[in-house]
Nanobody
């Protein structure tokens, strides 16, 4: 069973930065896309950013210009650089790997932005 392990969450003041990282516990083949989702208290999980195997990226409107997703396809890792953080960015962040016949999720890492 593949596990995705996230790191880098924490508490930061508004305007600060955090970098999230996610790595697979073992080799995965044919990844179509890697992504970061978040879930704020009382809200549904939403897509924050994604990157395809070809390198195409997609961002949720509220994070455009502030967040950057990147991946090391060989190492099967994906990062999320978060700058100019706002209190509304608070939530549990999950990484996700989708491929042929699989859809893996990490356990989540808490990001809290104080005002």
């Amino acid at each position: 069973q593949v596990q995705l392990v996230e790191s880098g969450g924490g508490l930061v003041q508004a305007g600060g930065s955090l970098r999230l990282s996610c790595a697979a516990s073992r080799r995965i083949f044919s990844i179509n896309a890697m992504a970061w989702y978040r879930q704020a208290p009382g809200k549904q999980r939403e897509l924050v950013a994604s990157i395809t195997s070809g390198g195409d990226t997609n961002y949720e409107d509220s994070v455009k210009g502030r967040f950057t997703i990147s991946r090391d396809y060989g190492k099967k890792t994906v990062d999320l650089q978060m700058n100019s953080l706002k209190p509304e960015d608070t939530g549990v962040y999950y990484c996700n790997f989708k491929g042929l016949g699989y859809n893996y999720w990490g356990q989540g890492t808490q990001v809290t932005v104080s005002s």
